[in-house]
């Protein structure tokens, strides 16, 4: 299918069939730990939409969801490293095993401020799921528990994954051109 997008792509990284196929084990595995804990699926708005619908189904356990939606980059490309609650949790957690679901994971900024926070709301246990980790970026001591690609220091789009609010529909994960964002 084409796309209208495919031209601000300079490569693919993560093939379409690649984060299936790495859903369907990241389920399995959260599988085996939650089995009859009933966890709560929080997912990290807006960029985690695709992958934790695609996580939960992949990961057949009775769970729920809940959403969280915090603001660090403000339409840049880099976080400004101050997190912000623009949408709170609806829920108490707590005693609840939080399963924090995140597109990326770069500085730690964000997921090191989400784990305090729900620490602080009484969570049993937290549990951080990221489809990307990009370690070379990290500015915070946070690691997820849960990888589903490591990538390099590119810009990525694609799969949940933006650019000013764009390319989150682009079904797999790809390097945006420089010029692009460089406009």
């Known amino acids: ?7 601000d792509i300079l490569k693919i990284l993560v093939t379409e069939e690649q984060i299936q196929t790495r859903i369907a084990e990241l389920g399995e595995e ?5 089995e009859g804990k009933n966890p709560l699926f929080l997912g990290v708005l807006k960029g985690c939409f695709l992958f934790m619908a ?5 990961c057949q356990v009775k769970s729920d969801v809940e ?3 915090v603001s660090s980059y403000e339409n840049a490309t880099s976080s400004s490293g101050r997190v912000k609650i623009v949408h709170d949790i609806q829920q108490d957690i707590t005693d609840r ?5 995140e597109d990326i994971l770069d500085s730690g900024n964000t997921l090191a401020f989400l784990s305090e926070y729900f620490k602080t709301r009484g969570a049993a246990s937290i549990t951080i799921v990221t489809l990307l980790d990009k370690p070379s970026r990290r500015t915070k001591a946070v690691n997820a ?4 690609f ?3 220091d590119e810009f990525v789009v694609g799969y949940g994954l933006d650019y000013c609010q764009q390319y989150r529909n682009v079904p797999y994960i ?10």
């Open 1 to 7: 299918m084409r796309s209208e997008m495919e031209n």
């Open 30 to 34: 959260l599988y085996q730990e939650f």
């Open 54 to 58: 695609d996580l939960v189904r992949a």
């Open 67 to 69: 959403y969280i939606a």
């Open 97 to 101: 095993h939080v399963i924090v679901v």
């Open 145 to 148: 528990d849960y990888v589903g």
């Open 150 to 152: 490591v990538v390099p």
């Open 174 to 183: 790809g390097v945006l051109k420089p010029e692009v964002y460089s406009r």
